[in-house]
């Protein structure tokens, strides 16, 4: 017996996702995304971390807009027990206020890996708009967890095996959480599945996002052009 509707997780998720498409994330992309396919650019820290914002992958800002972790996929057991009411993701203006947040969204993979692998990716290319959300939503993998599962995991609080082929972690960004003394329950809310560290891959991964692209994405065709960018792309790798 949980202390968790898995339902009301999985439709805030479709809901704030469904949002996110509502925008002109195609036609008119915003600066960050418009970043990443910047020839000139060399930083992509920064564009990734607002480029999840647009997916609601940040645990500041109100529900409206798309904040507490609304967007996140992947959500730890003491996270959805809190209730909605309860969900603090903004510490406020003053640093006195930080000991109110209690919900974080934890970038399973860390933007350091993300910023430096998509530097490689874009090294023989010209990615454009669809190439850079596509790219995106295959290797970003984001959970929302309670503020005491943040941190403690050592010198991978930043880093992953999982792009590492010579590692018995590649190919499994979950598995960088048992480094920790006391690993997150996380659940996949729109499967409604626990995630298992060992069996996880990013291929799993991008079937829920083509599954929730299909469910929330109202335009059908721009959501199939977004699908079909990001299956030709797992292909490539395969």
Known sequence: MTDFNIDNEREQL??????????????????????????????????????????????????ERRGLCSGAIYRSERFMSLPLSQRNGSAGPRKTLAHLQNIHIEH???????????????????????????????????????????????????????????????????MRYT???????????????IVDPQRWTFTDHFETVDRLIALACADEAAGLQLRGRGQSMMSAAA
């Open 108 to 174: 399973t993979v860390p933007i350091k890996t993300l910023a430096l692998r998509w530097s490689a990716y874009r090294q023989d290319r010209a990615p454009d708009v669809l190439d850079a959300y596509a790219w995106m939503l295959i290797h970003s993998v984001s959970s929302a967890v309670h503020m005491a599962e943040k941190g403690g995991l050592g010198r991978y609080e930043q880093n992953t095996d999982a792009f590492d082929t010579q590692s018995m972690h590649y190919g499994l960004p979950f």
């Open 14 to 63: 479709v809901a704030t996702w469904n949002s996110a498409f509502e925008t002109a994330w195609m036609t008119k992309p915003r600066a960050c995304v418009l970043t990443l396919i910047d020839p000139s650019a060399t930083s992509f820290g920064m564009p990734f971390r607002q480029t999840h914002n647009i997916f609601g992958w940040m645990a500041g800002n109100t529900l």
């Open 179 to 193: 480094h920790m003394k006391s690993p997150p329950r996380i659940w996949n809310v729109l499967s409604g599945d």
